[in-house]
């Protein structure tokens, strides 16, 4: 693209650096205030404003809630009239002497933590409607990915960059100009795009059934963060049950930990002395742990032997391994091994702050809960029922014929945010093979639609009452048509012409598949007739006996004349393809040329008319 092309400059010409990826499993994030009456000092004020209302909409919403890997941030960028990279994969640069918010979170596999990003953006905008605000991630639009099939032909990835904001709860886009050419082929200059805010923000386009199907999954919040929790009893070292009730939300540094562990990472568990880990097997209490349920999954669904730091253990007490939880446990309790351990998260928050706070344990400074303040502390158990798919409830899920049950009740596998997606893919993929004029390029993140029509799709919908439901139509499966490309395909007769052929010759009485068997069954007959003719013809010429031949004969070759080729200048045995053979047999005359047949050529020809025959 230009805009990645301006990047590389010669290192005489004020070479800026090799432009930068946004890596994988990141949502990036950027809010602007578009307001040419305001100062850059009072642009700031409002900034700052926005971030204190964007920490004060965390702490209401994400009390209790564990991030896979990043939280959500806004950090206020000054603006000094230089450029600012921003880190996406066309790699443009950010607004010269503007100042604004961003923020990176690193949502690991959790992808609904990325979802919960937009909602709170969503909801930001909303409270603040003078911000513009602007997120995407490796993948680039995904807002626009998630509203495919409902976007105008022109809207493709080439062209997509910077066009798409967040204003109100709305969904914008900045539309193509008749008049600029350049304008409509290629992403924008996030300059040109503020500027088209500020001066044309009447003409941005906003259809609302694009909008609901890129935020379609963020009708399911605010009540799915709750819902993305979970609770588990598990036996864990007393130390680590204090750090953990200090902070629930450290437990997802350390579950990463184990799911990407290596051997070296595995080599302080390998100690026979538990002395010297930070956690050691010992002092066992049994709690409740906060889990997203990603990382609950993942350490849920791992083999892990018993390492030697607590194989020991494991000897003295053999009832251990009955205790409830116990196997997670260990595997936390590893976890925060491997977490503290490798010098490579030495500067991690998290790090510094358990490490702290088990100095502060080893100097007095701090106490250990004892089992009264435990027997205390929350002993909420979730089930884990979501784990477990039946595959019989996904084929019905598949086909569409579970139905929904009563709320709170789960009516298939997973839980009712799987199903929803489920559904929703299996109806797009449906969409897809439903639409005659489809190609493989329909199949691709952003559908080649009418311009007309998806400009008009507000208007559509507002009169039909709503995006029409996809799922109820049904692939039509034309079996015709099938066995017809099929024929052609195989290179086979159509049926129509079999069914006309069969007609004009069809006895009377005879259907016309019995009139097709019977042609087949004849012609069958007619080539065994002229293979037994051919048979018999080389029987009598001596070509399939393996018996030696006559002295006469071979004195007289002419006596060996096929009947049919009397008068008719055929090739004789004379004729025939020969070869000498030296005999090893002491009693043979060996002077005397032997006529052999090559009954190989011969075996193969008569295969050859037997394949015929078959077919």
């Given at each position: 693209?230009?805009?990645?092309?301006?990047?590389?400059?010669?290192?005489?010409?004020?070479?800026?650096?090799?432009?930068?990826?946004?890596?994988?499993?990141?949502?990036?994030?950027?809010?602007?205030?578009?307001?040419?009456?305001?100062?850059?000092?009072?642009?700031?004020?409002?900034?700052?404003?926005?971030?204190?209302?964007?920490?004060?909409?965390?702490?209401?919403?994400?009390?209790?809630?564990?991030?896979?890997?990043?939280?959500?941030?806004?950090?206020?960028?000054?603006?000094?009239?230089?450029?600012?990279?921003?880190?996406?994969?066309?790699?443009?640069?950010?607004?010269?002497g503007?100042?604004?918010?961003?923020?990176?979170?690193?949502?690991?596999?959790?992808?609904?933590?990325?979802?919960?990003?937009?909602?709170?953006?969503?909801?930001?905008?909303?409270?603040?409607?003078?911000?513009?605000?602007?997120?995407?991630?490796?993948?680039?639009?995904?807002?626009?990915?998630?509203?495919?099939?409902?976007?105008?032909?022109?809207?493709n990835?080439?062209?997509?960059?910077?066009?798409?904001?967040?204003?109100?709860?709305?969904?914008?886009?900045?539309?193509?100009?008749?008049?600029?050419?350049?304008?409509?082929?290629?992403?924008?200059?996030?300059?040109?795009?503020?500027?088209?805010?500020?001066?044309?923000?009447p003409?941005?386009?906003?259809?609302?059934?694009?909008?609901?199907?890129a935020?379609?999954?963020?009708?399911?919040?605010?009540?799915?963060?709750?819902?993305?929790?979970?609770?588990?009893?598990?036996?864990?070292?007393?130390?680590?049950?204090?750090?953990?009730?200090?902070?629930?939300?450290?437990?997802?540094?350390?579950?990463?930990?184990?799911?990407?562990?290596?051997?070296?990472?595995?080599?302080?568990?390998?100690?026979?002395?538990?002395?010297r880990?930070?956690?050691?097997?010992?002092?066992?209490?049994?709690?409740?742990?906060?889990?997203?349920?990603?990382g609950?999954?993942?350490?849920?669904?791992?083999?892990?032997?018993?390492?030697p730091?607590?194989?020991?253990?494991?000897?003295?007490?053999?009832?251990?391994?009955?205790?409830?939880?116990?196997?997670?446990?260990?595997?936390?309790?590893?976890?925060?091994?491997?977490l503290?351990?490798?010098?490579?998260?030495?500067d991690?928050?998290?790090?510094?702050?358990?490490?702290?706070?088990?100095?502060?344990?080893?100097?007095?400074?701090?106490?250990?809960?004892?089992?009264?303040?435990?027997?205390?502390?929350?002993?909420?158990?979730?089930?884990?029922?979501?784990?477990?798919?039946?595959?019989?409830?996904?084929?019905?899920?598949?086909?569409?014929?579970?139905?929904?049950?009563?709320?709170?009740?789960?009516?298939?596998?997973?839980?009712?945010?799987?199903?929803?997606?489920?559904?929703?893919?299996?109806?797009?993929?449906?969409?897809?093979?439903?639409?005659?004029d489809?190609?493989?390029?329909?199949?691709?993140?952003f559908?080649?639609?009418d311009?007309?029509?998806?400009?008009?799709?507000?208007?559509?919908?507002?009169?039909?009452?709503?995006?029409?439901?996809?799922?109820?139509?049904?692939?039509?499966?034309?079996?015709?048509?099938?066995?017809?490309?099929?024929?052609?395909?195989?290179?086979?007769?159509?049926?129509?012409?079999?069914?006309?052929?069969?007609?004009?010759?069809?006895?009377?009485?005879?259907?016309?598949?019995?009139?097709?068997?019977?042609?087949?069954?004849?012609?069958?007959?007619?080539?065994?007739?002229?293979?037994?003719?051919m048979?018999?013809?080389?029987?009598?010429?001596?070509?399939?006996?393996?018996?030696?031949?006559?002295?006469?004969?071979?004195?007289?070759?002419?006596?060996?004349?096929?009947?049919?080729?009397?008068?008719?200048?055929?090739?004789?045995?004379?004729?025939?393809?020969?070869?000498?053979?030296?005999?090893t047999?002491?009693?043979?005359?060996?002077?005397?040329?032997?006529?052999?047949?090559?009954?190989?050529?011969?075996?193969?020809?008569?295969?050859?008319?037997?394949?015929?025959?078959?077919?």
């Amino acid at each position: 693209m230009e805009n990645q092309q301006d990047n590389f400059k010669w290192f005489g010409e004020g070479f800026d650096g090799f432009p930068k990826i946004l890596p994988d499993d990141c949502v990036q994030y950027v809010l602007y205030v578009t307001d040419a009456k305001l100062s850059d000092f009072d642009i700031r004020k409002q900034l700052r404003t926005i971030q204190i209302a964007a920490n004060a909409l965390c702490k209401s919403l994400l009390k209790d809630f564990i991030w896979q890997r990043d939280a959500f941030c806004l950090e206020l960028i000054q603006g000094q009239g230089r450029s600012k990279p921003i880190l996406n994969p066309s790699c443009s640069l950010m607004s010269e002497g503007h100042s604004f918010l961003q923020g990176r979170t690193n949502f690991g596999d959790s992808i609904e933590d990325e979802w919960l990003v937009v909602y709170l953006l969503r909801e930001l905008s909303r409270k603040f409607p003078q911000s513009w605000i602007r997120v995407f991630d490796s993948d680039g639009e995904f807002l626009l990915i998630e509203a495919a099939d409902q976007l105008p032909k022109w809207l493709n990835p080439d062209v997509a960059e910077n066009r798409i904001w967040i204003n109100g709860g709305r969904l914008l886009i900045i539309p193509k100009l008749p008049t600029n050419k350049s304008f409509n082929t290629t992403g924008l200059k996030i300059d040109d795009a503020l500027t088209f805010i500020q001066t044309r923000e009447p003409d941005l386009l906003h259809t609302s059934s694009i909008e609901s199907e890129a935020f379609h999954r963020l009708q399911k919040y605010p009540t799915q963060i709750k819902e993305s929790l979970h609770y588990a009893m598990i036996t864990i070292p007393r130390k680590l049950a204090c750090v953990l009730h200090d902070n629930a939300s450290r437990i997802s540094p350390a579950v990463e930990a184990f799911y990407l562990r290596d051997p070296i990472a595995l080599r302080p568990l390998q100690l026979h002395r538990p002395s010297r880990l930070f956690f050691p097997p010992e002092d066992f209490v049994t709690v409740s742990v906060k889990f997203a349920k990603v990382g609950y999954a993942q350490i849920k669904g791992q083999d892990f032997p018993t390492p030697p730091a607590w194989v020991a253990y494991t000897a003295k007490d053999p009832k251990a391994r009955g205790r409830s939880g116990w196997d997670v446990g260990m595997k936390i309790t590893c976890g925060f091994e491997m977490l503290l351990s490798d010098p490579q998260n030495v500067d991690k928050k998290p790090v510094r702050e358990i490490k702290l706070l088990l100095e502060d344990l080893d100097a007095g400074e701090e106490q250990l809960p004892s089992d009264n303040d435990i027997s205390q502390w929350d002993h909420t158990v979730d089930d884990e029922s979501w784990l477990d798919i039946d595959f019989n409830d996904f084929d019905r899920e598949l086909s569409g014929k579970t139905d929904a049950g009563p709320a709170g009740q789960g009516g298939g596998f997973g839980d009712r945010a799987a199903q929803a997606n489920l559904r929703r893919m299996v109806t797009r993929f449906e969409k897809f093979l439903n639409d005659d004029d489809g190609t493989a390029e329909d199949a691709d993140f952003f559908d080649d639609t009418d311009d007309e029509n998806t400009s008009n799709t507000s208007d559509e919908t507002a009169s039909r009452g709503g995006v029409m439901d996809e799922a109820e139509e049904e692939i039509d499966f034309d079996e015709d048509r099938f066995t017809s490309m099929m024929r052609d395909m195989m290179g086979l007769p159509p049926v129509a012409a079999l069914d006309n052929a069969a007609d004009l010759g069809a006895k009377p009485g005879l259907g016309a598949a019995a009139q097709m068997q019977k042609d087949s069954v004849e012609e069958k007959q007619e080539i065994r007739e002229v293979m037994d003719d051919m048979e018999e013809e080389l029987r009598q010429a001596g070509a399939l006996s393996l018996e030696p031949l006559p002295e006469e004969i071979i004195a007289d070759p002419e006596r060996l004349s096929l009947p049919s080729a009397q008068n008719s200048g055929a090739t004789t045995v004379s004729d025939m393809p020969r070869f000498s053979e030296a005999s090893t047999n002491e009693e043979s005359a060996v002077d005397d040329e032997v006529l052999n047949i090559d009954f190989d050529r011969v075996k193969d020809l008569l295969k050859g008319y037997g394949d015929s025959w078959k077919v």
